[in-house]
């Protein structure tokens, strides 16, 4: 008898596989999709491994197979194994991050009635039991959703639970529906060769003009031709083309159509240029890499490109790509947000032209569905997404490349893993045997001192190229905006940049005006009584948005009018404070009335196509003012961006995390890199009320090195990674008490576990309120562990439900 461990598609699983029998007669390989029997369930499964002995005494058989070819090749699996020990996640969940577009077919469960139902024994029941059965009679059989939409949920189920426990109803399960298939399409194609179709059509001229127009139509086409396609360029209906099939002229039939997220856009090749010589130098080491690891060859596998903005890093992860695939080999472009996707991906793909796939969440499920599959097939050189695209399927994996790699969106913050996307690209590297290149300006600390370490090898790109005479990067002007305020000058904008805008747009240049903030006013406040609008389910202020005129919680987007009258002592003093991108927006239109405005953030970048289209407004000139949150500050190249303000640079500064002088850093060094990237060379003005904060003045003379030094001082000082490690614990519940008691409770317990073990230089944070004490309707304690390895020590540790465990968090916030 053979038998293999499965992952299982149930929460009940956690972190363990389950073993089961493989019948006689089925072939079962290491990353294949199974279904399983799980309690009274049929489940989804993934075979991790083949076992010679089971791990326990009495084994189910696997029912079958869902799909022939594995889904998951071996270095996947060991990459879903790695990701639920280092996480500390269920193990499903990490397989599932590698698996199919919409596969995940969930168990829902269902209630029917006995063959037989005496009604002796339906006397005595309740009513909730009674409106249960009725249903059920009524229906025949009802979803466990709708029993519970009727009667709440806890009513519901303890009513259900009753009543199958005296055999009155059954429980059942069922899968979902099956999410995304292959798209089929009816199309058209010649059942005769082209030459006899031309005479066929001359023919039908005179009597069938449109039948005529059809044969001639096909005749030049050298695939088959979408029906959509051919009714819309010719007009014609369905009967013309069934009196051609008629005919035994032309074929219709439905055909596989691939939903290409790059179709309709126009790509032009293009062919790399010169390299620098700091260029080249980069790009030599990573050759020369490449070479040794496909020949299985050691060699630095990993590489830190910090070069300043604007110094033709892409083009190298170009030329690096171009040589993978010269060498067999393929690769994985990473990019922190999705709106840089549509500008790097043009460029990408005028290099590779047709080689390129794009992976990210803003695709339809049937095109993420669909790139999967051709990814797996091996259709493309080069992948690239946001941090999702590190689990495409690409084969035959040789360079794996992270753009803005000091970037948190990395970093899965919301479920299950929550994985940071560099270090599962490092795994993976090791794993795959590929090369793995870091790229940013501004280098994340830790990243920064492995490479000085010598874990990485460290490759510099210190000036900017830019084409025509060359830029150099912009000069920086920090204003003082206590100084503004002794000047009497109550505008947002300063002085400065008040005469720097006028005479950007004087000279048909374009402006940037950065502000990491969204909506109008951040708080509105009753100047009677002081009381502050706040979220009824986060503890949060309401910011007010002028589109809709409402208050706007931006953590759970609950909305509410904005009120006449203050709802505590109802005087009609209210003031709107703070200010976001809508308000900078309304003080930039009164203050230049004919520049023409562009906002770009999240309230204004809802559509699918929503980047792209103003990205092609600021291309083309039709802006002369952009203004936006923090997906501006990066990856944009737009030659006539000469000036860059920074309305205000404290916005980020001042929050209890250690690392919001990085951040800050970071920030403004990559906002400030927009301006200058043309021959017009470029200008940044950052307004700030602390001038002298050394991030502010680093990010000022472009010295990355200055505040690195500074910064690591500080960690070193204060115990902060890269010299520990931390793990966040975060407890919720809608009783507060009840969060403080378990944050208690399970603070002795890690303290008592330290000592038993004698851990050294371990120690816990806590416990206190979350920064946001209340988020959607739930209180939050947490604890911060920070030791040598404290995940190591937690994964011993039973975590009770309610807890959500981040290792190695990226804020604290």
């Not at 002795?748 to 946001?772: C, H, K, N, Q, Y």
Request: glycine share 8%; charged share 25%.
């Amino acid at each position: 008898m053979r038998y293999a461990a499965v992952s299982v598609n149930s929460p009940a699983a956690q972190r363990r596989t389950f073993s089961y029998a493989v019948p006689p007669g089925l072939s079962i390989d290491v990353g294949q999709a199974v279904w399983v029997p799980f309690g009274d369930k049929v489940l989804q499964g993934i075979v991790l491994e083949p076992e010679q002995y089971p791990a326990v005494e009495e084994t189910r058989d696997i029912a079958g197979v869902i799909e022939d070819r594995p889904v998951l090749s071996t270095s996947r699996v060991s990459l879903a194994r790695w990701l639920s020990e280092h996480y500390l996640s269920p193990l499903f969940d990490a397989v599932a991050l590698m698996l199919p577009p919409g596969f995940e077919r969930r168990a829902i469960p269902f209630i029917s009635s006995p063959p037989a139902l005496l009604q002796r024994e339906v006397s005595s029941l309740t009513l909730a039991q009674r409106d249960v059965l009725d249903l059920v009679l009524r229906q025949g059989k009802v979803g466990l959703r709708e029993v519970e939409k009727k009667l709440g949920k806890r009513k519901a189920q303890a009513a259900i639970s009753q009543l199958v426990g005296r055999g009155l109803v059954l429980r059942s399960y069922e899968l979902e529906p099956v999410k995304v298939r292959p798209k089929q399409e009816l199309c058209l194609s010649l059942a005769i060769d082209a030459d006899r179709a031309r005479q066929e059509a001359d023919r039908l001229r005179r009597r069938a003009v449109k039948q005529s127009a059809l044969l001639d139509f096909l005749a030049r086409q050298t695939r088959p031709v979408p029906w959509t396609q051919v009714r819309q360029e010719l007009g014609c209906d369905r009967a013309v083309a069934r009196a051609l099939a008629a005919g035994g002229l032309i074929e219709l039939g439905q055909v596989e159509i691939k939903r290409d997220p790059l179709s309709g856009q126009k790509i032009v090749p293009s062919q790399p240029p010169t390299l620098t010589a700091a260029q080249e130098a980069a790009l030599g080491s990573i050759r020369s890499s490449l070479a040794q690891a496909t020949k299985g060859r050691a060699s630095p596998s990993v590489f830190l490109l910090h070069g300043v903005t604007g110094s033709g890093k892409t083009e190298v992860y170009l030329q690096a790509l171009a040589e993978a695939a010269r060498l067999g080999k393929r690769g994985i472009v990473l990019v922190p947000e999705i709106s840089l996707t549509p500008q790097t991906i043009e460029r990408f793909a005028s290099r590779f032209p047709g080689r390129v796939a794009v992976f990210h969440s803003r695709l339809s499920l049937g095109e993420q569905f669909d790139e999967w599959q051709r990814i797996r097939s091996g259709d493309f050189d080069v992948v690239i997404g946001s941090r999702s695209a590190i689990f495409a399927p690409q084969p035959d994996l040789g360079l794996i490349i992270i753009d803005e790699e000091h970037e948190w969106t990395y970093k899965q913050q919301d479920t299950s893993p929550r994985y940071h996307a560099r270090d599962v690209a490092l795994k993976l590297a090791e794993l795959s045997g590929a090369v793995v290149v870091l790229g940013s300006a501004t280098p994340d600390v830790e990243t920064f001192y492995r490479a000085k370490r010598g874990d990485y090898c460290l490759l510099q790109l210190p000036e900017r190229v830019v084409p025509g005479e060359g830029s150099p990067l912009p000069r920086v002007e920090v204003v003082d905006l206590r100084q503004e305020l002794k000047a009497g000058n109550r505008s947002i904008f300063s002085r400065s940049l008040s005469r720097a805008v006028a005479q950007a747009l004087a000279g048909g240049e374009q402006v940037i005006l950065f502000l990491n903030r969204r909506g109008a006013a951040t708080f509105v406040q009753c100047r009677s009584c002081g009381f502050v609008l706040r979220c009824r389910r986060c503890d949060v202020a309401l910011a007010h948005h002028f589109a809709e005129d409402t208050m706007v919680c931006h953590q759970c987007n609950y909305r509410t009018p904005v009120p006449q009258f203050c709802p505590q002592c109802s005087s009609g003093r209210l003031k709107f404070l703070g200010m976001g991108t809508q308000k900078l927006e309304q003080e930039a239109s009164d203050a230049f009335p004919s520049a023409r405005l562009l906002r770009w953030d999240s309230d204004t970048a809802t559509g699918r196509h929503a980047h792209e289209e103003i990205l092609t407004r600021l291309r083309e000139h039709r802006a002369d003012i952009l203004i936006g949150t923090q997906m501006i500050a990066k990856g944009l190249d737009l030659p006539l961006v000469t000036l860059v303000g920074v309305v205000s640079a404290d916005t980020g500064l001042n929050l209890p995390d250690f690392r919001a002088g990085e951040r800050t850093f970071q920030l403004l060094s990559q906002v400030a890199g927009r301006a200058g990237r043309g021959p017009l060379g470029g200008r940044v003005i950052i307004q700030t009320y602390s001038p002298e904060h050394y991030a502010v003045e680093a990010a000022a003379r472009h010295d990355y090195s200055l505040f690195y030094e500074r910064e690591l001082a500080y960690r070193r000082q204060l115990g902060n990674p890269p010299f520990t490690r931390l793990v966040s614990l975060v407890y919720s519940n809608t009783n507060e008490g009840r969060c403080q008691r378990e944050a208690d409770r399970m603070k002795r317990l890690l303290v008592e576990e330290a000592e038993s073990r004698g851990i050294a230089g371990f120690s816990v944070i806590g416990p206190a309120p979350a920064f946001i004490r209340r988020l959607r309707g739930r209180f939050r304690w947490q604890l911060i562990l920070r030791g040598a390895d404290p995940a190591a020590m937690l994964s011993e540790v039973t975590i009770p439900q309610g807890w959500v465990v981040v290792i190695d968090p990226v804020g604290l916030v």
